[in-house]
């Protein structure tokens, strides 16, 4: 269990300017020189339909990065056709749930928030008459923080229809007290539930204890020590932004983020999220049922490279959205994408992930000494 006292206090931390990205040929980094070609005729031949944009970076270094143009939207938003490239905003859709995971494990190293072991309803003492409820009393926040709440919640189907929970969710007066009232299913802990309610309470907590919005706070504590300077983070009003689903970056952003995570919260050098958290947000805590597991917040995976299971993170979101690490071969890919709300828009990133990349390592998985 994760404890206050294992996270050292964060001290502020200066805004970077954003470093040039190094980039290696893929033979240099130990891939199959032709990567960009397998890529290109994925692509064409229609294996992988719907790419955005992909950035591959290996030991920090860009292996590919290739930018196409399609149809896509902003919360929902069409936006017609857009001619994607690096300065082009993207939705990262439910990617922006495991930025917020982030943005806790900083506000509790700071201590703004409640440690995970703290009772959930407690947080919210404008709801005493949910917290009464004998049936809600064990819950805690680590509870939100793996999507094991055990209430009722289905996002099963299309954002476009209001029986989506977290389309009622938005459409609710209170959207915390929507989410906390929801009847219980489980017992806590005990089966997940995939929840954009459980991250609205954790941006909850996020915007009411450090006094800023989620975009505010964002900008202060993770994206301006990343070098961040450019971002929108969409909702149905300001100061009520979309803590499941509202953020909106660049692909290289998105990856600078993965390799924030890649290097155990460090960044050019300095500890922008607490080490202990980034431990502990990777750690197992539940399975999806689908073959994952979850931490808190983050997706996690193995593959076997060089005979071994190797661990990933990974953050997924609506459409195609991807961003996975996998720290010990030094890995960090970043996707977007435009096939919302198709159920199978899944796939085309996961054929990217293992076949244009696992599968063209041909160093075991054991990055190449940098040059």
């Known amino acids: 269990m994760m404890r206050r006292g294992l996270i050292a206090a964060a001290l502020a931390t200066p805004a970077l300017a954003a470093q040039p990205w190094p980039q290696a040929a893929p033979g240099e980094a130990g891939f199959a020189p032709d990567l960009a070609e397998r890529l290109d005729y994925g692509i064409r031949s229609g294996l992988l339909r719907g790419l955005h944009g992909v950035l591959l970076a290996r030991e920090g270094r860009i292996l590919l990065e290739r930018y196409d143009e399609g149809p896509d939207e902003a919360w929902g938003r069409p936006l017609g056709q857009v001619a994607m490239g690096p300065e082009v905003l993207h939705d990262l859709r439910s990617v922006t749930k495991s930025v917020v995971g982030l943005l806790y494990g900083i506000a509790l190293g700071r201590g703004q928030v409640p440690p995970p072991e703290a009772p959930l309803y407690a947080q919210f003492p404008a709801y005493p ?81 450090s006094g800023r919005s989620l975009p505010d706070y964002a900008r202060e504590v993770l994206f301006e020590p990343l070098g961040i300077t450019r971002f929108t983070w969409q909702g149905r009003a300001p100061g009520e932004e979309s803590a499941a689903s509202g953020l909106r970056l660049t692909l290289r952003d998105l990856a ?29 805590a ?37 961003l996975w690490v996998l720290p010990a071969a030094g890995l960090t890919l ?21 076949e244009i990349v696992l599968a063209q390592l041909r160093d075991g998985g054991v990055p190449p000494p940098a040059r």
């Open 256 to 284: 600078r983020i993965g390799e924030l995570v890649r290097l155990g919260g460090v960044a050019e050098g300095r500890q922008v999220v607490p080490a202990a958290w980034i431990a502990a947000m990777t750690r197992p």
């Open 334 to 354: 970043a996707i977007f994408a435009g096939r919302y709300n198709a159920p199978d828009a899944w796939a085309a990133p996961t054929r990217v992930w293992r």
């Open 129 to 209: 008459d949910l917290a009464a409820d004998p049936a809600r009393a064990g819950l805690r926040v680590e509870h939100a923080l793996s999507m094991t709440l055990g209430l009722r919640w289905d996002e099963s189907g299309s954002y476009l229809e209001a029986a989506n929970s977290e389309i009622a969710m938005e459409a609710a007066p209170d959207r915390l007290r929507y989410v906390l009232e929801q009847p219980v299913v489980a017992p806590p802990g005990a089966r997940w539930i995939y929840s954009g309610g459980a991250t609205t309470l954790l941006g909850g907590l996020i915007t009411r204890g």
């Open 286 to 322: 539940i399975p999806t049922g689908d073959g994952l597991r979850y931490g808190w917040h983050w997706y996690l995976g193995r593959e076997a490279l060089g005979g071994e299971p190797r661990p990933w993170f990974g953050a997924f979101g609506n459409g195609g959205q991807r």
